[in-house]
Nanobody, 120 residues
Framework: QVQVVESGGGSVQAGGSLRLACVASENILSINAAAAWYRQAPGKQRELVAAIAGGGGTKYADSVKGRFTISRDNAKNTVLLEMNSLEPEDTAVYYC?????????????WGQGTQVTVSS
């Protein structure tokens, strides 16, 4: 069974940086796969932070534009999220999501999440 594992979370002060990594256990990051990072803060709904399409196009939540960068390395089955100028409002559990479009259906994979804590 395919597993998606996040790493790189931690605690930083406001203004600091972190880099999150998401690694898939199998070669699922193809042109037919989109990947994204979501986050969920305590008491709030899970929200999309950044997404990257199979062809490389990206989109970001307004709250992170200009501060976060999503990228992917298909050969290494890896999706990265570079987070700069972190703010206390960025504190949340961050989840990696990969959606693979098959011929008749699609597969969706979620990681277990990694905690990011930003102190003021």
């Amino acid at each position: 069974q395919v597993q998606v594992v996040e790493s790189g979370g931690g605690s930083v002060q406001a203004g600091g940086s972190l880099r999150l990594a998401c690694v898939a256990s199998e070669n699922i990051l193809s042109i037919n796969a989109a990947a994204a990072w979501y986050r969920q803060a305590p008491g709030k709904q899970r929200e999309l932070v950044a997404a990257i399409a199979g062809g490389g196009g990206t989109k970001y939540a307004d709250s992170v534009k200009g501060r976060f960068t999503i990228s992917r390395d298909n050969a290494k089955n890896t999706v990265l999220l570079e987070m700069n100028s972190l703010e206390p409002e960025d504190t949340a559990v961050y989840y990696c999501n990969v959606v693979v479009v098959r011929r008749w259906y699609r597969d969706e994979y979620w990681g277990q999440g990694t905690q990011v804590t930003v102190s003021s």
